[in-house]
């Protein structure tokens, strides 16, 4: 049988990392999911990037900056919309500790 | 004599502005045709009916007082549902984003309203943009109006399927890895994506940011000029969007190829090709060389490394981008806090988020870990370099590079959707464009058994003039953006 790249154990960390819950079934499903896209993958092993620089983006931007001004920020109201749960003007988070 | 739903968008703001037609008869002609076919399309999340009527009435107030109006007066505009829109659900047909209504409008939106188009609805999608059906939609499928057995393609599938169904005139989409072109193949439609940093991406919902743009899709070249007329130029809430002097799309189109240099990369009409898409393709690029064009096969050596790289690069980004959905100050949360904050967030992400998300959250994730970072996403980068290389290269010798947009035709709903690597493999034509940031129109140019081909056109960077004269040239002497497939009650064929 051919190697696994990844086991059901590291989605399982992984999954954990990126703070995504899975169900039992779905663990399965992914880890076979993930062996096939990971061994398509592969494919990259073969291209010649001895010391070529990576692009991390197309345009030929440094750094852009803006005019240090003051503007009007969003009213208090319209922050607080789409929160599941405020509380007294804050965003009511689940317990930390 | 056709129905106002049926006109172009060029011929619509002339009626309007010349009181032949007023825009609230028009919108109301396109609501009526939405209610018509839209049951068995599903084209759209949400239609902004009662919004849509008040706008198009104060256009015919400001029209009947003499007032100056918009490029866009009067049209119908239908929105893909991961662009803000202040007021209105923006739910990138998510469950974690299903009662998201956005405090702000993003910048293609206010620049629509700014020369008075009419924003008619949220147009469904693939969730959060991630695949190439329209599929994975919280909302269900959107079906193909030429088989609605079949997938319009996606992510941008809402917006393609509604224009073709007449449902709308124009149409925003986004295109990360194609998700305007494909849909835009397969419905028969027009479909841009521009060179990165034409167009603000200021409240598009992220998915993968180096890759993501927004674009204008049409029923014609024209009015896709005409709309990125409007949505192009430099934002300053946008540090990526580009000032570039003011470009007139519309006003250099001409039906005129002659002299026009064409590369033709083998690789896009390769082994993966399906028989019939390859010749539409060559029939295209026949009739290009009657016109006056003349044409070259060409290869692109590290092609073969494309949609790798680019699905390394674009999971990693999301894996990234996607960490800001904790369900704390919006989207998706379960209804008790039932344990610690890392118990509740990975609960809310595993309902709010479909198995697709997850899928590319967690792949992402891996890229970018410890031990694989060099491995995938820094090589990933490196090809990255190696493709922008070739197309610089081989463009400097082209005008043009063209071939098909996609290398088989639409398929059947729920054919693929069970194996991601093979839907995953319909965008090896289409990431090209979204690694090197060039642009990269779909036209239609063909059909098999009455299934849409569509005609993809690459450009050099920000000569998107010369991507949409090449295209405006091929439709002055084709019908193929003429054809509508038959739809609705008042479309029975005759038998």
């Known amino acids: 049988m051919k190697r696994k790249r990844i086991t059901k154990e590291e989605v399982e960390h992984v999954a954990w990392l990126a703070h995504v819950e899975l169900s039992e079934e779905e663990k399965e499903i992914f880890t076979e999911q993930f062996n096939e896209i990971l061994d398509y993958f592969e494919k990259i092993d073969s291209a010649d990037t001895g010391d070529v620089t990576p692009t991390y983006h197309v345009l030929d931007l440094v750094n852009v900056y803006r005019e240090d001004e003051t503007r009007d920020s969003m009213e208090k109201e319209d922050t607080f919309r789409n929160a599941p749960r405020e509380e007294k003007g804050f965003f009511k988070a689940p317990r930390i500790v | ?495």
């Open chain 2, 1 to 495: 004599m056709a129905k106002p739903f049926e006109l172009t968008a060029r011929e619509i703001t002339a009626k309007i502005k010349a009181q032949e037609l007023k825009a609230e008869e028009y919108i109301s002609s396109i609501l009526e045709r939405e209610r018509e076919v839209d049951g068995e399309i599903n084209a759209y999340i949400a239609v902004t009916d009662e919004v849509a009527l008040n706008a198009a009435r104060t256009i015919d107030k400001k029209i009947s007082r003499k007032e100056d109006v918009g490029r866009l007066a009067g049209i119908a505009i239908a929105v893909k549902d991961n662009m803000c829109t202040k007021g209105t659900r923006t739910t990138c047909a998510s469950e974690m984003l299903e009662s998201f209504t956005p405090p702000y409008n993003a910048t293609v939106i206010e620049k629509i309203r700014s020369e008075d188009g009419v924003i008619i609805g949220k147009t469904n999608m693939d969730e959060f943009a991630m695949g190439t059906t329209t599929e994975t939609s919280h909302f269900g499928p959107t079906r193909n109006p030429w088989d609605l057995t079949r997938v319009p393609g996606g992510s941008s599938g809402g917006s393609a399927a509604a224009l073709i169904a007449e449902e709308a005139t124009l149409a925003l989409g986004s295109d990360t890895g194609g998700s305007i072109r494909c849909p835009a193949s397969y419905c028969s439609t027009v479909g841009l994506k521009p060179t990165y940093g034409l167009v603000s991406r200021y409240g598009l919902i992220a998915y993968a940011n180096s890759l993501e743009q927004i674009g204008p899709m049409a029923m014609d070249v024209y009015d896709c000029a005409l709309l990125l007329n409007v949505i192009g130029g430099y934002d300053p809430m946008d540090g990526t969007s580009v000032s570039l002097p003011g470009k007139g799309y519309t006003t250099n189109l001409r039906d005129d190829v002659k002299g026009l240099r064409i590369g033709v990369p083998i690789e896009f009409l390769g082994e993966g090709t399906d028989d019939r898409v390859k010749k539409s393709i060559w029939d295209a690029i026949q009739k290009y060389e009657d016109l006056g064009a003349s044409y070259n096969e060409i290869s692109l050596s590290n092609l073969e490394f494309s949609l790798a790289a680019y699905y390394i690069v674009a999971m990693s980004e999301a894996s990234s981008n996607l960490a800001r959905y904790d369900g704390l100050r919006y989207g998706y949360r379960v209804s008790e806090d039932v344990s610690d904050w890392s118990t509740v967030y990975s609960k809310n992400r595993r309902t709010g988020f479909g198995s697709e998300v997850r899928r590319r959250i967690i792949l992402g994730t891996y890229a970018l870990s410890a031990g694989y970072y060099n491995r995938y996403y820094l090589k990933a980068l490196k090809i990255r370099t190696l493709i922008r290389r070739d197309f610089e290269e081989v463009l400097k010798k082209f005008d043009v590079l063209m071939g098909p947009t996609m290398p088989i035709p639409p398929f059947e709903i729920g054919e693929k959707i069970q194996n991601p690597l093979a839907l995953y493999m319909c965008d090896v034509l289409t990431v090209p464009a979204n690694i090197t940031g060039y642009p990269a129109i779909s036209i239609q140019c063909g059909f098999a058994g009455g299934l849409p081909i569509g005609l993809q056109i690459i450009g050099k960077p920000f000569d998107e003039a010369t991507v949409l004269q090449t295209a405006y040239s091929f439709e002055k002497n084709t019908d193929f953006h003429e054809r509508r497939p038959t739809l609705g009650h008042s479309f029975k064929s005759p038998i």
